[in-house]
C-alpha cells in the first residue's frame, strides 16, 4: 500500500471514530437532561384525564433503567473509539498495534493492525446500537408517563410512540449494514 492510501486510510478511520465520540456525546446530553427531568409516575403527571391510564411506578423505573443502560452502551462505545484514536496517535514502533509510524510532509503515516482497528470500530459501533435502543425504549416509557399507558389506547400515545419503534430501528438496521460493509473494505 502506497504510503499517500495510508496516510487516507487512517484520516478516515480517526474521522469515523470521532463521528461515533460526537454522536454519543449529543446522546448522552439528552440523557442527562431526561435523567435530570425525573418524571413520578401517577395521575399528576400525565397530560390525560382517565386515571386509570396513568402510568406505574414500574414504568417509571424502566424508563430510568433504559437511561441508565444507554449511558452506560453510549460511554463505553466513546471510550473504545477515544482509545483507539489515541493508539493510532501515539503510535510507537514496538508496539503490538501500530507497526511502524513515519512522516510525511505534515501528516503522520502510520501502519496499523487493521484488524484491530476494525474489530474496534466495529465493538465501539455496536455499543452505539445498543445505547439507541435502550434510548428509544425510555422514549416509549416517557410517553407512557405523559400521555397514558399502551393498554389504554389513546391516539396520541401510539402517535408518538409508532414513528419512534419504526424509524430508530430502521436507521439502526442501516447503520448497522453499513457498518459491517465498511469492516469488510
Given at each position: 500500500m ?145 400521555l ?30 453499513l ?7
Amino acid at each position: 500500500m502506497s504510503r499517500t492510501n495510508l496516510i487516507i486510510t487512517t484520516k478516515i478511520h480517526i474521522m469515523a471514530l470521532d463521528g461515533i465520540v460526537n454522536v454519543n456525546s449529543l446522546f448522552t446530553f439528552a440523557l442527562f437532561l431526561g435523567l435530570a427531568w425525573y418524571p413520578a409516575a401517577g395521575p399528576a403527571t400525565t397530560l390525560i384525564a382517565e386515571p386509570s391510564c396513568a402510568a406505574s411506578s414500574a414504568i417509571a423505573e424502566d424508563m430510568i433503567s433504559f437511561h441508565v443502560y444507554s449511558f452506560s452502551s453510549f460511554l463505553f462505545s466513546s471510550l473504545v473509539a477515544l482509545a483507539l484514536k489515541q493508539a493510532i496517535r501515539i503510535a510507537d514502533k514496538d508496539d503490538d498495534f501500530v507497526i511502524s509510524v513515519a512522516e510525511v510532509g505534515s501528516a503522520s503515516l502510520v501502519h496499523a493492525n487493521m484488524v484491530a482497528l476494525r474489530v474496534g470500530t466495529l465493538v465501539s459501533g455496536f455499543g452505539s446500537v445498543f445505547g439507541c435502543g435502550f434510548l428509544m425504549m425510555a422514549l416509549v416509557d416517557l410517553v407512557q408517563i405523559k400521555l397514558g399507558i399502551l393498554a389504554c389506547g389513546s391516539f396520541y400515545t401510539f402517535a408518538a410512540i409508532v414513528p419512534l419503534v419504526i424509524l430508530v430501528p430502521l436507521a439502526l438496521v442501516v447503520y448497522v449494514f453499513l457498518m459491517l460493509y465498511s469492516f469488510t473494505r
